[in-house]
């Protein structure tokens, strides 16, 4: 009776093996750090590609772009209310995130550069601005009565997520909202 239970669980652990070896190769090979796609390598010179924003900062300012960052590329330039002989001011921030693939799950496929960019999109609980050529979340505030304007832009395309960051006094919310938005377009074009 024993040799009987143990011939018994001999073959059922047999049977289980082979079926587990079955379904690990229906399954696939594991991922394995090659099949990760890494994230592009952005121009060197992609703020000087952003091209002249004076028309975005106050009269008769023309500052060169600052660039920070490698992988992901800050581009910035700013004009301080006491640097001008009238009470005008303005920042402007554009980031460009090229989004690599990421491993997923046990057995799953990893994550592709437009998926990992799209989450990070998804994240941003600002709103939806529709009819755009790609998909845009926008945030915008008010201080100084009107005068003075914060507006944020998010675009994504592919592999590639722009965040532009604009504010400036006196300014209306029209011309804010329309500046953070061409240059968050042109930074995904001169970006590709």
């Known amino acids: 009776m024993a040799s009987r239970l143990i011939r018994s669980t001999g073959i059922a652990a047999g049977i ?9 190769y229906a ?29 975005l900062l106050p009269k008769a300012t023309n500052l060169p772009w600052q660039r920070t960052g490698n ?16 009470f ?4 402007l921030k554009v980031r460009i995130t090229p989004y690599g693939g990421r491993a997923a799950g046990a057995g799953q496929p990893p994550f592709t550069p437009a998926e990992m960019a799209k989450q990070a999109y998804d ?14 979340r926008i945030a915008k505030s008010t201080e100084a009565g009107g005068q003075s304007w ?4 998010m675009v994504v395309r592919a592999d590639l ?16 909202q329309q500046g953070a938005l061409v240059l968050a377009d042109r930074a995904i074009w001169e970006a590709k």
């Open 71 to 86: 992988t992901e590329v800050v581009c910035s330039v700013g004009v301080r209310s006491q640097a001008q002989p009238t």
């Open 88 to 91: 005008t001011a303005a920042a």
């Open 161 to 176: 997520v722009v965040q532009v960051d604009y504010e400036a006094h006196p300014i209306t919310e029209a011309a804010a």
């Open 150 to 153: 914060r507006v944020s832009v």
């Open 123 to 136: 994240r941003k609980p600002w709103e939806v601005l529709p009819d755009r050529p790609y998909p845009t």
């Open 16 to 24: 289980a093996a082979v079926a587990g070896l079955g379904i690990g």
């Open 27 to 55: 399954a696939g090979d594991p991922v394995r750090p090659t099949d990760i796609v890494q994230p592009r390598k952005l121009p060197a010179d992609l703020c000087d590609r952003l091209g002249d924003v004076s028309l």
